[in-house]
């Protein structure tokens, strides 16, 4: 079993930034894969970044070139720096740890942290 803890929400203007980080614990070291993912209101939770066990990284079109994902294997930590916010940023954001890379239905989640950007 794994445990996630996200924390690093909030509420920010449009152009904004946030850092939000996810804490795990348990047996954390079968995870091939972190990601975080986003569900905004009335829609499908889909994910918006995954960094692999080799470091390597995946984002969404609608997040490229404005999120960051990285992850501290010392600290058992993941991060998500969002930059440029925009309204259509605004959604409850899940840290996944997937044992099955990609795959959703094989992953345990936090309870989520919500990010709302305001104009």
């Known amino acids: 079993q794994v445990q996630l803890v996200e924390s690093g929400g909030g509420s920010v203007q449009v152009g904004g930034s946030l850092r939000l980080s996810c804490v795990a614990s348990?047996?954390?070291?079968?995870?091939?894969?972190m990601a975080w993912y986003r569900q905004a209101p009335g829609k499908e939770r889909r994910v918006a970044a995954r960094v692999y066990e080799s470091g390597s990284t995946i984002y969404t079109d609608t997040v490229r070139g404005r999120f960051t994902i990285s992850r501290d294997v010392a600290k058992n930590a993941l991060y998500l720096q969002a930059n440029s916010l925009t309204p259509g940023d605004t959604a409850m954001y899940y840290c996944?740890?997937?044992?099955?890379?990609?795959?959703?239905?094989?992953?345990?989640w936090g309870q989520g942290t919500q990010v709302t950007v305001s104009s």
């Open positions: 996944a740890a997937e044992r099955i890379c990609g795959n959703p239905d094989y992953a345990y």
């Open positions: 348990g047996d954390i070291h079968n995870i091939p894969c």
